[in-house]
């Protein structure tokens, strides 16, 4: 028999990470779910099922971080790994500072990409992985007005380095998914957000729902995408 699979879920917390949870746990995978301070929800999804396990680490506090604390933390084995973080500061262009913008950096794209390259060394040696950045629709507009600090962290998490040509050899795969404007606290809450006049812009004229989301990340991270490597690809309604 096939050995279950593991998937790291950063950001598990998230209402779009609830959802991604429980898609991995109907396809019978191993799920490690990460979350900040929040894990009400997978607690919950932890009583019903023995195949997921909750890691609790604060991203954002990068002052304290260091290698050696990341590699004991997440230095294991993952099928596939979904880095869906989301630090959000309320931040604008003018109104940002260094330490703001270095923090949401760290927090969203920085630790993320430390270890993805812990995870990806495994991955290369089993022949199989799936690597998946969740950013947002944000970048194309370069970000809202008080989401500067997000977007610009979102677009260096975009960035994939050209190893991944040596990856697609042995059949690790990494793509970036752009998510557009959804159904979340997260978006609910930020601050600044007419959403009644955003979502006129999208050509779907409405939201997406977490769950359409996590469908798409599904077929991206797991063995359903056999091929699709290198690449950026929105689900944001058609903006």
Do not use: D, M, W
């Given at each position: 028999m096939n050995k279950k699979k593991h998937v790291l879920i950063l950001g598990g917390s998230s209402d779009i990470g609830v959802e991604v949870v429980k898609d991995f746990l109907n396809l019978n995978w191993n799920v490690t779910a990460h979350f900040n301070?929040?894990?009400?929800?997978?607690?919950?999804?932890?009583?019903?099922?023995?195949?997921?396990k909750l890691t609790q680490f604060n991203f954002a506090n990068y002052n304290s971080l260091t290698e050696n604390l990341i590699y004991?933390?997440?230095n294991k084995k993952y099928d596939s790994i979904i880095n869906l973080i989301c630090y959000l500061d309320s931040k604008s262009f003018y109104g940002t500072n260094l330490k703001n913008t270095l923090k949401s950096l760290s927090a969203n794209a920085l630790i993320p990409i430390f270890i993805e390259r812990l995870v990806v060394k495994k991955m290369l040696n089993q022949k199989f992985g799936r690597i998946l950045n969740c950013?947002?629709?944000?970048?194309?507009?370069g970000g809202g007005t008080y989401t500067?600090?997000?977007?610009?962290?979102?677009?260096?998490?975009?960035?994939?380095?050209?190893s991944f040509k040596d990856w697609a050899k042995k059949n690790v795969?990494?793509?970036?998914?752009?998510?557009?404007?959804?159904?979340?606290?997260?978006?609910?809450?930020?601050?600044?957000?007419?959403?009644?006049?955003r979502i006129k812009l999208i050509p779907m004229n409405r939201m997406a729902e977490p769950k359409e989301i996590s469908s798409c990340i599904i077929n991206l991270a797991t063995e359903k995408n056999s091929y699709m490597t290198g690449q950026t690809i929105s689900i944001s309604g058609g903006e």
């Open positions: 301070k929040n894990s009400k929800k997978l607690k919950i999804i932890q009583r019903k099922s023995k195949n997921l004991k933390k997440f950013t947002s629709i944000g970048i194309k507009f500067y600090n997000y977007a610009l962290a979102k677009h260096s998490l975009e960035f994939i380095p050209s795969l990494i793509n970036n998914l752009r998510i557009g404007i959804t159904n979340t606290k997260a978006h609910k809450r930020t601050k600044g957000k007419n959403l009644s006049s």
